[in-house]
């Protein structure tokens, strides 16, 4: 794990939003401001691979450009570039830099939890097991997500305001390819840049 941006001190509790930020989207940092909450400081990780995905030409340098725009100026968001793609290896590198006093939590919407939760891990480590080593956060986007009873009390949510549920990074994409308006969707820090390269589709979407 790579940190682009720093805070200190080393915080009791980290929140870590993981994804592809293709692009960053004002709902990213939505969830962000509201998981402060509960911890004391959130971590956007950028993986440099992806389980079944790849960056082509510049995609990775842009994305972190984008996200080191969007970040600045907000004293309890941090930035790294991690190895692995799977919550559960991104989790693990994050242990190994922040050690073990500090209480990790995996911070996601609902819809990205219900994939996790439901995800059949073959295998690797069953969800409840990886769940020993993180908590899940999720954010109330376009409901309030009930976890099973047997991982209820390693999941806590948060509350987003109504008008984010329909800001997502595949819908700025799809504005910008079908010449709408998209600049309400994207921090406005970072406007110019997405105008400036444009956006990336991964194969699958991202």
């Known amino acids: 794990m790579d940190h682009y941006i720093t805070v ?60 080191r725009a969007a970040l600045a100026g907000h004293p309890r968001f941090s930035l790294a570039v991690t190895e692995g793609g799977l919550f559960i290896e991104i989790a693990r590198e994050a242990r190994a830099v922040y050690g073990p006093s500090t209480e990790l939590f995996l911070l996601c919407g609902r819809d990205a939890a219900e994939r996790i939760v439901g995800w ?33 009390d390693r999941v806590r949510s948060i509350a987003l305001p109504p008008e984010l549920d329909d800001v997502s990074s595949s819908e700025l994409r799809r504005r910008i390819a079908a010449g709408e308006p998209w600049q309400d969707l994207a921090p406005e820090s970072i406007v110019h840049l997405i105008e400036q390269h444009g956006c990336f589709i991964l194969t699958p979407d991202s």
Do not use: C
């Not at 509201?34 to 004391?40: E, N, T």
């Open 120 to 152: 059949d891990y073959g295998e690797g480590d069953s969800i409840q097991k990886q769940l020993e080593t993180f908590q899940l956060l999720v954010a109330s986007r376009g409901g309030v997500y009930e976890p099973p009873p047997q991982i209820r």
């Open 8 to 67: 200190t001190p080393a915080p009791a509790k980290l929140a870590i939003l993981a994804g592809a930020f293709n692009p960053p989207t004002r709902a990213h940092l939505g969830m962000a401001d509201a998981a402060l909450a509960i911890v004391d400081e959130v971590l956007f990780a950028l993986p440099r691979a992806f389980p079944h995905k790849e960056y082509k030409g510049r995609e990775f340098e842009t994305r972190l450009e984008w996200l």
